[in-house]
C-alpha cells in the first residue's frame, strides 16, 4: 500500500534560517506528491504539488523536487519567517487512489525571531 | 465565502451521546471527504463521496454513518460517542477524484474538534 513518511519534529528555528523537511514515499505506480501546510486553528491547504518525476514544486518561497530514483520529495526554504510556523504535511496520491490522499504525520515548524 | 465551511467548530459531549457534524462547499466540486485528526497531528480518511454516492470506506467502525443530501453537502453522524473518538475532524472537498495526473488538490474546511468526556 501507499505509505509517506516526514522527518520526526518538532522543528524549531530561528527566522532566517534554512529550512528542511524530510520526506519520503511508497507507492503504487507514479504518484502526485503534494505538500499541504496548516496554520494553528485553520485546516489544511496546498503549499505545492509535482505531478511527475523531476518536476519541481514551488510557492510562497518554498521547494520541492519529485526525486524518483530515492522516492522522496523534501521541502526546502531559503529563509524562514515567523509567518511560516504551522505544521507542514507531505501527501501522496495514486492513479488507484480515487483522489485518496495519504499523508505523512506532520511536521510542526516553529520559527522565532 | 468561506469554500468549504463545517458546523460547529467546537463541540464537547458525553460518552454515550449521538452527535452530527456538517459540512457544506461552494466550490461546485464533485467529491467531498472526511478526515480524522488524532491528538499528534496524524491525518486519516474517513469517508470520500462523488456525487453523492459513496466512493471510499475506509475501516472506520459502523457508529459513524455520513450522509450526503446533496453533491455540496457531506454530514457526519456519530452514535455512542467514546473517548477516542476525540479529535478535530476536516470536512473537504475536490474537482476530480479520479487519481489523474493533478489530482490531489483538496480543499479544507477549518476543522470540528469533538472532545468525548
Known amino acids: 500500500g501507499n505509505s509517506v513518511t516526514q522527518m520526526e519534529g518538532p522543528v524549531t528555528l530561528s527566522e532566517e534560517a534554512f529550512l528542511t523537511i524530510n520526506c519520503t514515499y511508497t507507492?503504487?505506480?507514479?504518484?502526485?506528491l503534494f505538500w499541504y501546510v496548516q496554520y494553528p486553528g485553520e485546516g489544511l491547504q496546498l503549499l505545492l504539488k509535482?505531478?511527475?518525476?523531476?518536476d519541481k514544486g514551488s510557492n510562497k518561497g518554498f521547494e520541492a523536487t519529485y526525486r524518483k530514483e530515492t522516492t522522496s520529495f523534501h521541502l526546502e526554504k531559503g529563509s524562514v519567517q515567523v509567518s511560516d510556523s504551522a505544521v507542514y504535511f507531505c501527501?501522496?496520491?495514486?492513479?488507484?487512489?480515487?483522489?485518496?490522499?495519504?499523508f505523512g504525520q506532520g511536521t510542526i515548524l516553529t520559527v522565532h525571531p | 465565502d468561506t469554500a468549504v465551511s463545517q458546523t460547529p467548530k467546537y463541540l464537547v459531549t458525553q460518552m454515550g451521546n449521538d452527535k452530527s457534524i456538517k459540512c457544506e462547499q461552494n466550490?461546485?466540486?464533485?467529491?467531498m471527504y472526511w478526515y480524522k485528526q488524532d491528538s499528534k497531528k496524524f491525518l486519516k480518511i474517513m469517508f470520500s463521496?462523488?456525487?453523492?454516492?459513496?466512493?471510499i470506506n475506509e475501516t472506520v467502525p459502523n457508529r459513524f454513518s455520513p450522509k450526503s443530501p446533496d453533491k455540496a453537502h457531506l454530514n457526519l453522524h456519530i452514535n455512542s460517542l467514546e473517548l477516542g473518538d476525540s479529535a478535530v475532524y476536516f470536512c473537504?472537498?475536490?474537482?476530480?477524484?479520479?487519481?489523474?495526473?493533478?489530482?490531489?488538490?483538496?480543499?479544507f474546511g477549518e476543522g470540528s474538534r469533538l472532545t468525548v468526556l
Open positions: 473537504a472537498s475536490s474537482q476530480d477524484p479520479s487519481g489523474g495526473p493533478g489530482t490531489g488538490e483538496l480543499f
Open positions: 507507492a503504487t505506480g507514479y504518484p502526485s
Open positions: 509535482a505531478t511527475k518525476a523531476d
Open positions: 501527501a501522496l496520491s495514486s492513479g488507484t487512489s480515487y483522489g485518496k490522499l495519504t
Open positions: 466550490l461546485g466540486h464533485d467529491t
Open positions: 463521496y462523488n456525487n453523492k454516492e459513496l466512493i
